[in-house]
């Protein structure tokens, strides 16, 4: 089973900052199949990236990620206030065929 | 644009099986793969299963001798069936659109909170 680690558990920033989050796998992970999702209170996740470094429709360019193997990042260029959410990454292939990280709190600092 | 709303009992008795179904709108339900996910109150996504239009399924093998994923292709619908419930079934369940070219879930229903007690 491949586990992913988030970190920081928690990230505290102030709007305009730089967020960088981690996400790193067990085992490597094909980068064709790592995303990352944000979530927001009450609502469902939304898919951010996809393939490790491709931005899902609508979503804005200070959103990119990176990495390959076993270690994957999640960088938001300069934080906006619609930003401060929970991120999760998530890999496919694997059994089980999805898993996804624990998640990891951007807050306003 | 692809839309799904999930529906079911908000309240299941321990032992008991958890029921849900996830209506489709917006797009034919053979154009993806199907997937159910869950959230327990405060903590992170477990993915649960998920069914093609052609009724082909794969589950999380922590769940899955519990759980039933079934389509009717009439309706534009797909199920969720979880077995033997107990408090730790406490979750919002969502159900998604699963992209097996991406490996990502796309599309999501706004969730819906199931909680088992007595």
């Known amino acids: 089973e491949i586990v992913l680690t988030q970190s920081p558990g928690t990230l505290s920033l102030s709007p305009g900052e730089r967020a960088t989050l981690s996400c790193r796998a067990s085992q490597s992970v094909s980068s064709s199949y790592l995303a990352w999702y944000q979530q927001k209170p009450g609502q469902a996740p939304r898919l951010l990236i996809y393939g490790a470094s491709s931005r899902a429709t609508g979503i804005p360019d200070r959103f990119s990620g990176s990495g390959s193997g076993t270690d994957f990042t999640l960088t938001i260029s300069r934080l906006e206030p619609e930003d401060f959410a929970v991120y999760y990454c998530?890999?496919?292939?694997?059994?089980?065929?999805?898993?996804f990280g624990q998640g990891t709190r951007l807050e306003i600092k | 644009q692809v839309q799904l709303q999930e529906s079911g009992p908000g309240l299941v008795k321990p032992s008991e099986t958890l029921s849900l179904t996830c209506t489709v709108s917006?797009?034919?339900?053979?154009?993806?793969?199907w997937s159910w996910i869950r959230q327990p109150p405060g903590k992170g996504l477990e993915w649960i299963g998920y069914i093609y239009y052609s009724g082909s399924t794969n589950y999380n093998p922590s769940l899955k001798s519990r759980v039933t994923i079934s389509v009717d292709t009439s309706k534009n619908q797909f199920s969720l069936k979880l077995s033997s419930v107990t408090a730790a079934d406490t979750a919002v369940y969502y159900c998604?659109?699963?992209?097996?070219?991406?490996?990502?879930?796309?599309?999501w229903g706004q969730g819906t909170l199931v909680t088992v007690s007595s």
């Open positions: 917006g797009g034919s339900i053979s154009s993806y793969y």
């Open positions: 998604a659109t699963l992209s097996m070219v991406r490996g990502v879930m796309g599309y």
């Open positions: 998530q890999q496919y292939g694997s059994s089980p065929q999805i898993t």
